[in-house]
């Protein structure tokens, strides 16, 4: 099967075309420079990935979820185009690092973000290729697609709603010696280092993206942030080590 430019209404419907011919394999989907992966296994969804930044997002999703998995220690040959986050998964359910539970809840993460990012093109273009795969957990892809587009409504009913949420925030430090900070503003102040997102922010605040874009919306109104724009990090065992803090716990990016 194969799905010639469509709109988002047409990948919906595709989706759930997907999911009735309970089909396996690979939905590629793109968008002049991004491209996604969504991967079935009879109908219902294994993992979903790509995006700006898809090692980003790995490193994010496993520090809220299990951070003490240091699943850079097999010192694996990882390639880009590989399906190289089910691998890591599969090898830690294998060594016992990380519980089936655990393992889910990264999927299901993922594909929270994931299909918000999608559901913001109004054109795709996308093919699919049946694939031989193995799964470790799978999910009901349209009641996560319908949480996307209500979460994508909310954002882009904010001021905000032009950017994405995979931009960083950088302190303003002259203006923010003379703007009266709120507990609330205090706190996201305190996860901005020019390396974190929004969706990071949102992450170790432990709160929605939708939750957090108003107060951002208003620090960066009063230049007390400023948006800046990050390029994705290299795949695990293949760039420099930064330490990233979360609550209760310290990830290494």
Request: charge should be neutral.
């Amino acid at each position: 099967m194969e799905l010639e430019d469509p709109d988002f209404v047409n990948v919906n419907e595709s989706l759930a075309r997907l999911s009735q011919q309970r089909a396996t394999g690979e939905l590629f989907l793109s968008s002049i420079n991004k491209h996604w992966y969504l991967y079935f296994f009879w109908g219902r969804l294994l993992y979903a990935t790509g995006g700006n930044h898809r090692v980003r997002r790995w490193y994010r999703t496993v520090a809220q979820i299990c951070p003490r998995w240091n699943f850079e220690e097999h010192n694996l040959n990882l390639k880009k185009d590989e399906f190289w986050e089910y691998r890591l998964l599969k090898l830690g359910l294998e060594k016992k690092q990380l519980t089936l539970t655990q393992a889910k809840s990264i999927i299901s993460k993922s594909t929270d973000e994931v299909l918000f990012d999608i559901v913001g093109y109004s054109k795709l273009n996308s093919c699919w290729l049946p694939k031989k795969l193995h799964p470790i957990a799978l999910l009901d892809v349209i009641p996560y697609l319908n949480t996307a587009v209500e979460r994508k409504n909310k954002w882009r009913n904010t001021g905000f709603g032009h950017l994405h949420p995979d931009v960083a925030l950088v302190v303003n430090y002259l203006h923010l010696e003379n703007f009266k900070l709120s507990k609330d503003c205090a706190k996201i102040i305190q996860y901005v280092n020019s390396e974190n997102t929004i969706w990071d922010i949102a992450s170790q605040l432990k709160q929605e993206i939708t939750e957090v874009v108003d107060l951002i919306q208003n620090l960066v109104n009063q230049r007390v942030l400023e948006v800046s724009i990050l390029s994705d990090l290299l795949l695990p065992n293949q760039g420099t080590s930064l330490t990233i803090s979360f609550p209760g716990s310290t990830c290494t990016y």
